[in-house]
């Protein structure tokens, strides 16, 4: 079984929509959560970081951690075509980038 | 601009040609690590350093080796390399941090890497 594990997609959906990704795992050390964005051809990039359970949001993105169910989700309100992705959730049990192991990524369209 | 680069972005090689990928950041940053991405199976990591001189084996790190002689290069090296490291390899870095904050971990391009 893989640490952490995420639906690789493909996810396509309209303008507009409400995106959910998720993600589970089976450490429970683990404190750091986190979701990189990855565009084609291009490394991936920070999007959200949560440090233990609760919400955190930024615009149109919401990152929920739900410790005692080792569960993850990334919502995207109101998605853009330049939504269109790969997205990959981390996480870590130290502090700092040190030790992350990452989902397998899920990537998604929004079709205009 | 705050950056990380490698070298080459492309590469095709052939079994046993020893080969280096090179990885440069100008953010002063202390922490450096290469994965691999490969379908299916996400970003592994291969090796990382917590500073010049320090490095340590990641989950992946057979038939790789690092070096860390300054504190902005990481060169990753493939001594024999194999068809099985076929994939795209990213090298990241960050500050360093600990106890209860985390910092933003700067990727690279990537170098798609295809051995034959």
């Known amino acids: 079984q893989k640490e952490v594990e995420q639906d690789p997609g493909p996810l396509s959906v309209p303008e507009g929509a409400i995106v959910s990704l998720n993600c589970t795992y089976s450490?429970?050390?683990?404190?750091?959560f986190m979701w990189y964005r990855q565009y084609s051809r291009k490394g991936p990039e920070l999007l959200m970081y949560t440090y233990s359970s609760g919400n955190k949001e930024d615009g149109r993105f919401t990152a929920q951690v739900d410790k005692s169910s080792k569960y993850i989700s990334l919502f995207i309100r109101d998605s853009q075509p330049s939504d269109s992705a790969t997205y990959l959730c981390?996480?870590?049990?130290?502090?700092?980038?040190?030790?992350?192991?990452f989902g397998q990524g899920t990537r998604l369209t929004i079709n205009p | 601009e705050a950056q990380v680069t490698q070298n080459p972005r492309y590469l095709i090689t052939v079994t046993g040609k020893k080969l280096t990928v090179t990885c440069s950041q100008n953010?002063?940053?202390?922490?450096m690590s290469w994965y691999r991405q490969d379908p299916g199976l996400g970003l592994r990591q291969i090796y990382y350093?917590?500073?010049?001189?320090?490095?340590d084996k990641g989950d992946v790190p057979e038939g790789y080796k690092v070096s860390r002689k300054e504190k902005r290069n990481f060169p990753l090296i493939l001594e024999s390399p194999s068809p099985n490291q076929t994939s795209l390899y990213f090298c990241a870095s960050s500050l360093q941090t600990s106890g209860r904050s985390t910092d933003t971990q700067y990727f690279g391009p990537g170098t798609r890497l295809t051995v034959l």
């Open positions: 953010m002063n940053h202390e922490y």
């Open positions: 981390a996480m870590s049990a130290s502090g700092g980038a040190q030790k992350l192991v």
């Open positions: 450490n429970s050390a683990f404190q750091y």
């Open positions: 350093s917590m500073n010049v001189e320090v490095t």
